[in-house]
Nanobody, 123 residues
Framework: QVQLVESGGGLVQAGGSLRLSCAASGRALSNYAVAWFRQTPGKERDFVAYRSRTGILTNYVPSVKGRFTISRDNAKNTVYLQMNSLKPEDTAVYYC????????????????WGQGTQVTVSS
């Protein structure tokens, strides 16, 4: 199985940028579809973006389309989420996820999860 560890979160002003990283160990991430989700207190974990194993398929929640980019570096066994033009409503704990067999926008589409990294956008 694969282990995922996120990093790169922090405090940023509205309009700023952050790049989140999700480092994988245990297995080659190239064998997995990968995704980012986010969650705020008291709410469900919501889909942000996914990238299929081959990279042919990508998908973004409409609220981040054009501002966020999901990418992967298989040589580094790492997935990234580049976040530009950040807004206060992007504030959340961000989680990366991976699955060998499925890709989708639901939490249940992914078997492996990281521990999350906090992103706070101030107005």
């Amino acid at each position: 199985q694969v282990q995922l560890v996120e990093s790169g979160g922090g405090l940023v002003q509205a309009g700023g940028s952050l790049r989140l990283s999700c480092a994988a160990s245990g297995r080659a991430l190239s064998n997995y579809a990968v995704a980012w989700f986010r969650q705020t207190p008291g709410k469900e974990r919501d889909f942000v973006a996914y990238r299929s194993r081959t990279g042919i398929l990508t998908n973004y929640v409409p609220s981040v389309k054009g501002r966020f980019t999901i990418s992967r570096d298989n040589a580094k066994n790492t997935v990234y989420l580049q976040m530009n033009s950040l807004k206060p409503e992007d504030t959340a704990v961000y989680y990366c996820a991976a699955d060998m067999d499925r890709v989708g926008i639901g939490v249940r589409d992914y078997e492996y999860w990281g521990q999350g990294t906090q992103v706070t956008v101030s107005s």
